[in-house]
């Protein structure tokens, strides 16, 4: 046995009886994590022959205008319905924006959260049809309590609310392959959850999947609960029933905004994900070109639930492995996490959707956040809607400067949320506040110098403009 093949034996061993006696963690979570190390150890990591990527045809990645529409009977569109559930992924803390407790509970729009909007898209499908479509949360250890405490507010709504926590795995110290909890650091830091592609296994530890089988539910639509773009849609539940599809991906025209999102690529006569981080450095250029690989994916995905069910039974679904160095109290540690969109290569007939851009509205900064409060969109039962009058297909590119980071700093700062459907571009540095009713067009740019401040008075239209202190107003 060669010496580094006894080293990771060895490094494992000591792990198993380190992981044993963790209490805080089922037995479940200490063997998906061992298993987890273990593939990680084996370097189980699979390699891309560059030369054997396809490009997936219309039949793998099909395109959303060739889809037939829907049943239009009423007693059809709810037999279908009855079919799904809804989950999102509620695991991420709203700390980027500096809110603490989840995201999902960031105002968005007219005093409503994340999560606000769902239950309303999901209330109004059920009174719609009369159909009953649950809503799952997976949350992490992160946002389980608070979003115990939120789920309360809606104990009147016509949607049931289903809530499941997914693993938690010790962070690894990387001078010694232990979990950090079994040094003494036994608080939140001690811990991570290991990516959105544990959806699966714990979906099936939490008893959620039994139990949503024995209902009768087929399909989950899996989307991040800031997507404000991932609403139910029928033409694609009705295509993947049609079709016996296990799973399918939704993929959007990339943009040069999104050269970095993975997309899926026929490979070996199988449809598979490509993530940047499985790209040989000689070819990132090529990866991040919009000529070679067009689409990315939204993280919106339709999933078999009885599939999902074969396939963690057999423990099929080895994902490609995501290795997430970090620094906690000056100790470097590793946290190994996977990726749901790269279980597709598992499923039997999976398939992309190329889906039009508004299915992909995520928000993930302050500066997402002025396009959704903006006059851009307008919110209809929940859900948002771009507005019509702007004709450029893109959204205004929008970059803020760190003082509108936090959620809090960035409404201190508009007095009112500029109307742009006009506008192009917006780049905002320095001490800068904005008055209310103002216009934006074309390209914009405010660049207060250190030590000004800039203020934009009320009612100004600005049009491709350059300001760097008052008098350029």
Request: charged share 25%; with cysteine; net charge negative.
């Amino acid at each position: 046995m060669a010496a580094a093949a006894v080293a990771s034996e060895e490094k494992l061993a000591n792990l198993r009886s380190a992981v044993a006696g963790l209490d805080q963690i089922s037995e479940n979570e200490k063997t998906g994590f061992i298993n987890l190390v273990s593939r990680y150890l084996s370097g189980d990591a699979q390699q891309i022959e560059w030369s054997k990527i396809q490009t997936p045809t219309d039949e793998v990645v099909v395109p959303y205008d060739s889809i037939a529409p829907p049943p239009e009977d009423l007693t059809e569109m709810k037999k279908l319905l009855d079919k799904l559930v809804v989950l999102k992924l509620n695991g991420g803390l709203g700390t980027t924006m500096g809110c603490t407790g989840p995201k999902s509970v960031i105002e968005v729009r007219n005093g409503l959260t994340f999560l606000d909007l769902i239950v309303v898209q999901i209330e109004s499908l059920n009174n719609k049809y009369g159909c009953k479509v649950p809503l799952l949360l997976m949350n992490s250890f992160n946002t389980h309590d608070d979003t115990q405490k939120i789920v309360e507010k809606y104990t009147n709504s016509n949607v049931e609310i289903h809530t499941f926590n997914q693993s938690q795995y010790p962070r690894l110290v990387i001078e010694d392959f232990l979990p950090l909890p079994s040094k003494g650091n036994t608080g939140k830091d001690g811990w991570y959850p290991p990516g959105h592609g544990d959806v699966f296994p714990s979906l099936m530890n939490s008893g959620k999947l039994d139990s949503l089988l024995s209902q009768g539910k087929e399909y989950v639509f899996v989307a991040n609960s800031d997507n404000l773009g991932a609403v139910v849609d029928l033409k694609i539940l009705s295509h993947l029933v049609h079709h016996q599809n296990e799973y399918c991906m939704e993929v959007t025209p990339k943009t040069l905004a999104d050269v970095k999102g993975g997309t899926l690529i026929s490979y070996e006569g199988r449809v598979q994900l490509l993530e940047i981080a499985q790209v040989p450095d000689e070819h990132v250029n090529e990866f991040k070109s919009i000529e070679k690989f067009k689409i990315f994916n939204t993280n919106n995905l339709w999933v078999n639930l009885k599939a999902i069910k074969r396939l963690v039974e057999a423990e099929a679904l080895k994902m490609e492995i995501i290795p997430n160095p970090k620094e906690v109290d000056g100790v470097k540690v590793l946290q190994l996490e996977t990726a749901a969109g790269a279980a597709i290569r598992f499923f039997e007939k999976a398939i992309g959707i190329n889906v039009p851009r508004s299915r992909f509205l995520p928000v993930k900064a302050t500066s997402d956040l002025l396009l959704v409060q903006s006059d851009l969109y307008t919110v209809v039962d929940g859900f948002v809607i771009r507005n019509e009058v702007r004709t450029n297909p893109a959204n205004p590119s929008v970059e803020l400067g760190p003082e509108f980071k936090k959620v809090s700093n960035f409404l201190g700062r508009f007095k009112s949320i500029p109307s742009i459907i006009e506008l192009d571009s917006l780049k905002v540095t320095g001490d800068v506040w904005f008055g209310a009713n103002i216009t934006l067009k074309g390209n914009i740019t405010v660049a207060a110098k250190s030590g000004v401040k800039v203020e934009i008075p009320d009612g100004v239209v600005l049009e491709n403009k350059v300001i760097n202190g008052p008098e350029d107003l």
